[in-house]
Every structure is written in C-alpha cells, then in structure tokens.
C-alpha cells in the first residue's frame, strides 16, 4: 500500500490526482507538485473504494466540513444518519463523526456505509470517553487503548482523523504561565492536557508520533494536527500558548511529510476580525504551508444562536488570508447539539463563506457564476437566478410565486433598460 | 436656527454632543472637533425635540440603519408601525422611511410619531414615483416639485435625507462609456439618470445643490450623498462609473461643510471581499473622511435568501476598514419586502456586524462586552450568559430550558477545572 503523498513525490500521477485536477480545473502536474510538497492532501482512505476523492489545500476551492455524531444526552444512530443525508443534500465537502453516546463504532460503521463523503473521525473522544466512564479519571486512560482506537477507526475507513499531538508538556507549561479566560476548550485537547497533569507523563501522540505515523500510513488516512489550545474566546485569541502548539504542529507537519505520511493543520476557534490575517498567515508560516483547517473563526463571543453568522465572517476572511477548509458552525453551537434543520442552516452558510472566498481569490469558476446570477438579475429572469442560487428552495420559499414585490413598477433595473436601451 | 457643525466650527458643545460623548465614552472636545471637521454627524431634526441624538462616523461605535416602507403592491401603515416597534425592540439605532405605497406622507407621518429613534427618507422615491404614475414618464418629473417633496419631508421632522446628487451627466457618461453588468442598481439613482437621458439635463439635486443646502440647513437635515451608482454585483465593483461619482461627492462633502450643513457618503453594495479594504479607504480619501454609509456590502451575489449573511460579512470588514454606518439587509433582500420576521433577523445580524467591528476597531466597551460573556462561558454560569448574548430569546429558545446538551461530561471546560484548579 502506499500514499498520495509518497506516489507525489516519485512524480506518479494516481486517479484520485487526475480525478480532482479535473474537478478543480487545475493542471494535474501542478496538483501533484503540490500534494510532493504537503501543500494538497486528498482525502480518503486506500480501504475506501467508493469515497469522493476530496482535496484540500493551495490553490483547490474551499471545502467545508460538517459535523455530526451522537452524545450521551442524545444517543441515535438513525438520526445521525439523517443529517447525513441533509449533509449531501445540502452540499458540504466532508464529515465528520464526532460521535461521544453509547455503540459508537456502530455509528460509525453505519454513517460510513451510508454516504461517499470523505468522514473524520476524532478517536481520542472515544478513548478518553471510556476512561472516564470506567474510571471516572481521564489519568487512566492507556496509550496502548488511545493507539488501538486509532488504528480501529482507520481500520473502518476513516478518511482523516484528528489527533491532538501538538498538546505537549512544553505547550501546557505555556499555557498554564499564559493565564487564560476560557483555558481549552477542545474536548480533546483537554482530555490530554489532563491526562498531562495526572500522570507527569509527555502526550502519547507526541512521545509515539512515529508509531502513529506508521498506523495511519497504511490506510493513506490524512492526519488532522488538532489545535487543542485554540483561542475559545477572543481575548485569548494569538496567545503564546496557542503560538507554541502552532510551532509544534509545523515539526510535526514536517515529520509526517518525510514520513510519506498526508497532514493537514487545524486552526481556531475564535479571533476578532482584526487578528485573522496574521493569525491565518502566521500559521501558514509556521507549519510550512500545510492544509489549514479552521473551526470558524468567529468573531464575537457575544452571538450564541448565531455562531453560523460569526463564523462566516470569520472564515470568509480566513479562507481569503489562507484557509482552505472551513469547519460550519451550526446556530446551536455554544448551545447543544444540532438538530437537522441548523445543521443544513450552518451548511449553507458555511457554503456561502467559502465561495466568497473562492471570489475573493480570484477562482474564475466562481467568479463566472456571481456573473451569471448578476446578468440573470438584471434581466429579471427568476428561473435562471433559482438555477444559480446558493439555495433555490429558500430563494423560492421566500419568492412565494411571485418575482419581487420591493420595488415594483419603480424598478431600478426596469426603468434604466426603458430609457437606455 | 443653527446647526451642530456650525456650533462645533464656533467651539460651542451641544446638548446633543453632550449627550452622545457621555453615551460613547468620548471626550466631548475630540467630539466637538470631530463634528466641525466633518467626520461625525448628529442625526437629528431640530424640530424633533425627542428624537435620540446618534452620532455617525469616526472614533464612535458603529451604527446600524433598518429599511421599512410600503409598496405598490403592500401598502399599510399599520404594518410598518408594527416593523418600527420590532426595530425598536431589537435594537436598530436608525430607522428609514422608504414607502412608495400609497399616502407616503401619512405613512411618514405615523412613522415620525411612532418612535424616538432618527429617521431617514429618500424623498427622490415620492417625487419619481408620483412623476411616473402620473405621466408615465420620470422626464416629466420637475425640479420645483423635487425641492418642495425634500421641504416637505425635513418640515415633517425627518432627521436624514438620502438625496442622489453625485449622479451627474459626467458620471452618466462614465456609466455608459463603462459597460456594467448590471447598469444602475439603486432606485433614485436610476431615475435621476432616466431623467438626465430623457431631458438632457444636468441633475436638478446637482445644479442647484446651493438652494439644496439652503433647505436643509434651516433644519439641520443631515445629507445622506446617495450612491446612485453602487456596484449592484461583485463584477461591476470599483469602476470607474463608481469612481467618478464617488469624486463627485466629494466636493459636494466639502461645500456641505463649508455651508454649515451636515453630510455623510452612501457606499456599496456588492463588493468582492477581497476589493472591500482599498474600496472604504478610497471612498473616505475621496470625501474628506466624511462617515460612511453603506448598503451591505455583500461579498457574493450568489445567496438570494442570506444576503442578510453576506452583508454581515462584507460589513464588518467594511466597518473595521472605515465605514461608520451599515444599512440592514434582510433576508427577503433581492427576493420581496421583508416581513417583521425577516426586519428583526436582518437588525440582529446587522448588530452583529457592527458589534464585531467595533471589536475589531478596538472599543473598549464591546472588548469588555466579549470577555465577560466568555467568563461566564467558562463558568458555565447560563443566566450570565443570557444577559451578554446579542439576543437572549433566541439563545434561551434553543437552549430549552436546560444548558448545553453538546459535550456533556466530556466538556473541556469541566474537565479542565478538575484537573487544573
């Protein structure tokens, strides 16, 4: 078995290359150079036959990530699967099974079987979840337990997991001499800063990376470098403590590479508007250009109910500044789990944040389709603006059967084309 | 009768600066100079002794505007009472008045009653509107009944009028040698160049801009310089037809100024994100660092049904790149009128914007506003959180009665707090 990455640099163009340059309208040899360099993953698991093959990175469009997965509160496989399908109705790139209730390789198992979407997986939930449940102390939890989740979830064909390696002793001193007003607020991150404390001992990811290099090697899984000390609110955003994970990460980024092993990076969380530029560039900088996968950012703490909008402002200026992949934020974020109505409401609006950004970066297949629904626009032409919509059934929901009622015989566009044309 | 920049040019501080230094924890003298420079307005009637007196523009927080108006085809002022009362319960700072239903001046009138909030009209719409119902031909429409619709509405107490003046036959003439997807997207501006065509005419609001400020300023109106030729798609933004106009309003800024008359500068519209920083920075070089009022912008033309989204995004870049003042769009934007639902969404989303802004922008007020949600965050302290959050009904509707369902035990702030404190 090998990987993109390792048929990259030998300069083989695989299928999942040729399938995607063409998706993408990007020269394959140029996709290839930068899938050798770390600069592209694709993402899907050689076990995985059926999968979408889905890049992400420089110079491809920007994917978004749903996810999904049950709690202990709310605990159904079947209504997972549900949102999986509001997930391909809805369009997103990928998912992920974030699943922390009861049967949880059920559930994965069933989600798997039932879509094409690449998924993600973060193994370190169900271990740390049965450490807690057994012994009440996450101190407990075994690096032998945390491995052999890891590599059953690649096993089942996981096509990328994230792993929260860049939680390390050094990190955690810097966070604890930071001072912080939310501290972690990744479930895994904190499970293994934790798990740290209780035990004196350094992170299993970190101290075994390469065994875990090793593992997800095998099933060509893309590693997604967790961002355990993400900013959970905008005062702590661009702390040292989340400046030292982001140094650790790009070492490990760089390990992964030579190791013929696909990594991406993850990024916050919340950043006031202010900060993102250089928060996006700087991480670019600092893990050498990897895959940057971000969880919003959002950019006020003050909008529970409304983190879909936060996040789309965020993540639109993000993605311009160097994102390539954008985690939706549902309006029940900050609140509880979504139901399937905000999980297509955060789908869309993260859908709409990354084709601004594809604008905005001058991708000229986006750019051509903002064209379209303006000429359609102008010529009042309602079925070719549905055709163009980023959701017709809203578009026309809203509509109601009739063409817009705001301005009627006193028309902008009506009464330009009556004394110009 | 005077006027605040004519006080402020003599050194004397208002009531209304006063007021507004104490509410935005300004100095009242960096007000006051801002004020006879030209970078802040106060937005109120002298005639209306209760409105609330906003300041707009440099060094304050960012104010949000809500459309209302009747239509042709939705026509009762009943239902935009009921609008402004939602307005005022969620929040707006500003409100306009843009009927073209039938009885504009009963409407404007009930509005004007209905509430303390500033006012804003276009009166253009009633004096086009009543040109083309009546001879189906907005040519016919004649300076004199122009002049007395704009007498009439600042008589009636309105506190802002949005008059096109800058779409002059210059700027026609740039339009046409242009070329533009979507020609004229702003209503008075189409008809004040349908009127330039069909008379050959220079536009009346342009040649006789003196007699304009001699009617505005008995009432201390404050002049909105509407964008007749806002880009009404990403394609069409920054043009030169934008441009030229944009020059125009300028110097009519700086006459404004020197009459003793109050003004402010419409901005787009659609605008690409990656175009919007250089975008606000050459609208306030051009107009003397006049406040900025725009309509959005939204960032892509694709999302019929979210423009509300795609305005927050483009606005709150907008505004922490220099715009002062963001006009609401609702999600009916492009499709209908909106309804008191779609009102409230739009003003939520909008508060979100500008708060996220003025985040950006460094106020220490919205700062501190953040950060005490986020405590109460990490306390998972709920009541506290409802009392910081943009809109307490929604968060504690989808919170149900009970705290967040998401992590449950697995919570990274409860977990944390264990092992760390």
Not at 144 to 154: A, N, Q, T, V, Y
Request: proline letters at 4%; glycine letters at 8%; one cysteine or more.
């Amino acid at each position: 078995m090998t990987t993109q990455i390792t048929e990259a640099k030998k300069g083989n163009i695989t299928p999942e290359m040729e399938f995607i340059a063409e998706k993408e309208n990007i020269d394959v040899n140029v996709l290839r150079e930068k899938i050798a360099q770390g600069r592209v993953v694709i993402l899907k698991n050689n076990l995985r036959h059926d999968v979408i093959p889905t890049g992400v990175g420089e110079g491809l469009t920007v994917k978004i990530n749903a996810n999904i997965g049950t709690s202990f509160e709310r605990s159904s496989t079947e209504e997972e699967i549900q949102k999986v399908k509001v997930i391909e109705a809805s369009g997103a790139h990928v998912l992920m099974d974030l699943s922390t209730g009861h049967n949880i390789d059920e559930t994965r198992m069933a989600i798997i079987k039932s879509t094409k979407l690449p998924i993600g997986t973060v193994p370190m939930y169900q271990a740390g979840k049965e450490a807690i449940d057994e012994f009440n102390d996450i101190g407990r939890l075994s690096k032998d337990k945390l491995f052999s989740d890891i590599e059953k979830h690649c096993r089942s064909g996981i096509d990328f997991i994230t792993v929260h390696c860049g939680v390390t002793k050094f990190v955690v001193d810097a966070l604890e001499k930071q001072g912080r007003v939310t501290d972690i607020v990744s479930r895994g991150g904190s499970m293994l800063a934790c798990w740290i404390k209780a035990t004196g001992k350094e992170n299993p990811l970190y101290e075994y990376y390469d065994e875990l290099l090793d593992i997800v090697k095998k099933y060509d899984v893309t590693l997604s470098l967790g961002d355990g000390l993400r900013p959970g609110c905008g005062y702590d955003a661009g702390d040292r403590a989340q400046v030292a994970e982001t140094i650790v990460l790009g070492e490990l980024v760089k390990r992964a590479r030579k190791a013929g092993v696909q990594s991406m990076v993850e990024g916050p969380g919340h950043v006031p508007l202010n900060k993102i530029p250089a928060m996006m560039e700087t991480i670019k900088v600092l893990t050498d250009y990897a895959p940057l996968y971000v969880l919003g950012p959002i950019v006020t703490d003050i909008a529970p109910g409304y983190d879909h909008i936060t996040a789309a402002i965020g993540g639109t200026l993000a993605a311009y500044h160097g994102a390539d992949f954008l985690c939706y934020v549902t309006p029940a974020e900050h609140i509880g789990l979504p139901n399937a109505k905000q999980v297509r409401e955060g789908i869309i609006t993260s859908l709409i944040a990354a084709h601004a950004a594809d604008v905005a970066r001058g991708n000229a297949a986006a750019i051509e389709r903002d064209k379209k629904m303006s000429e359609a626009r102008k010529n009042l032409d309602w079925d070719e603006q549905a055709k163009y919509a980023v959701d017709k059934c809203v578009f026309e929901k809203i509509m109601n059967g009739k063409p817009c009622t705001m301005c009627g015989q006193y028309c902008s566009m009506k009464i330009f084309n009556e004394y110009f044309k």
